[in-house]
Structures are given as C-alpha cells and as structure tokens.
T-cell receptor, first 115, second 115 residues
Framework: DTEVTQTPKHLVMGMTNKKSLKCEQH?????MYWYKQKAKKPPELMFV???????INESVPSRFSPECPNSSLLNLHLHALQPEDSALYLC??????????????FGPGTRLTVT | AQSVAQPEDQVNVAEGNPLTVKCTYS??????LFWYVQYPNRGLQFLLK??????LVKGSYGFEAEFNKSQTSFHLKKPSALVSDSALYFC?????????????FGGGTRVLVKP
C-alpha cells in the first residue's frame, strides 16, 4: 500500500476560523512533509517531520501550526489565515530523511479557499 | 545553492511519438534527482529517481530518464506517448540540510499529447 490520504478534500474558511488538515499514511514511513502549491506552480516545502519531531520549518508564518501525533498521522492547524493562503496543501511521506535518496509519496491534497 | 531548471513550460506531442521533457540541475556534490507527474487536481506521483549507478533509469508507466553528468541534465523520456500522459511534470533534486533533506522542484512542464 503506497497511499497517503488527506482530509478534507476541499475546505472553505473565513479569516477568523480555526480549522485543521489531516494526513495519514500506513507505509511505516518515518518522515512526513507539508507542502503548499499554488496553481501551475511547483510545491513549496513548509514543514518536515522526522521520527515525529519537527525537523525543518521553512520560515512558515505562525498561523500555520503543524503537529505529528504519531508516526502515521500529520496535522496542519490553521488559524487567522489570509486570502493569499488559498492553495492546494499537499502531504507527503518517505521512508526516512537520511541521505536524500528516498522518494516521497504524496497525498491528493486539500484544496483550501480562504474568504 | 542547489537548483533545477525545466526550460520548457509546455511540450506538445502527437500520440505515438516520442516524448522528451528536459531538466537541468545545479548541485554541489552528488545529485539525487527525481521525476514526478501531477494530474489535474491530484497530488504528485513518483515516476523514477537517479541516485547512483546506471545513467539510464527506468520508471513507472514506461518512462525512463537519462542522467548526463557532463551536461548536468536528467531528461525524462517515453518512446511512445499516450493521450493519458498529458499532465504536469516536475523534476526535483534532493537538497541535504543539516536537519534533514528537502526536495527542490523545477518550475514544471505541461505535456499535452494530442490524438
């Protein structure tokens, strides 16, 4: 099973709302990632977790808060977002981080619209 | 700094003809190179990777890529394109950082295969 699942598929939220994006994988991968992707652009890395610990934060605004409750789950908590945060949010996982040789498996994404 | 360039925004090809999507890279040290494909409103799917070894790498769905160190290129190829190959293709290089590693993507190339 090489599947990464994400919920919800679509999310519309106001600028004062609090919402969460969820990601799950059952491949035994120990590295998990959040990306943001604007239309017709490449994904931009936001956060990396390795063995359930935050490994990389690409200077993401604090209105995005990641959480890794266990090795299979990854959440992204959203609060006080701006319209420019509207994008496709992708979750990915890989076997490990070590050496950069492991491919990442991506979920289908959550299409977020901030009104 | 590591970077990846995809010089063509779009490639048009007739079904049954060979397909080539170009990628050049700039890295310090050994490159770890990847190709991903993204269908509309979907996440990225891993196609193939070059880590070491043979310069010709075979991947999913009949795709292959040729690593050329002297030209710093990693072009994606398919001998006979299908209409279903129409999608957005991303080349990526793994960047090794102290806290882990990240993928740096090229800008993407849209492939349109016409019947």
């Amino acid at each position: 099973d090489t599947e990464v699942t994400q919920t919800p598929k679509h999310l519309v939220m106001g600028m004062t709302n609090k919402k969460s994006l969820k990601c799950e994988q059952h491949m035994g991968h120990r590295a998990m990632y959040w990306y943001k992707q604007k239309a017709k652009k490449p994904p931009e890395l936001m956060f990396v977790y390795s063995y359930e610990k935050l490994s990389i934060n690409e200077s993401v605004p604090s209105r995005f808060s990641p959480e890794c409750p266990n090795s299979s789950l990854l959440n992204l908590h959203l609060h006080a977002l701006q319209p420019e945060d509207s994008a496709l949010y992708l979750c990915a996982s890989s076997q490990e981080l070590a050496g950069g040789t492991y491919e990442q498996y991506f979920g289908p994404g959550t299409r977020l619209t901030v009104t | 700094a590591q970077s990846v360039a995809q010089p063509e925004d779009q490639v048009n090809v007739a079904e049954g003809n060979p397909l080539t999507v170009k990628c050049t890279y700039s890295v310090s040290g050994n490159p770890y190179l990847f190709w991903y494909v993204q269908y509309p409103n979907r996440g990225l799917q891993f196609l193939l990777k070059y880590i070491t070894g043979d310069n010709l790498v075979k991947g999913s769905y009949g795709f292959e890529a040729e690593f050329n160190k002297s030209q710093t290129s990693f072009h994606l190829k398919k001998p006979s394109a299908l209409v279903s190959d129409s999608a957005l293709y991303f080349c990526a290089v793994a960047m090794i950082k102290a806290a882990g590693n990240k993928l740096t993507f090229g800008g993407g190339t849209r492939v349109l295969v016409k019947p």
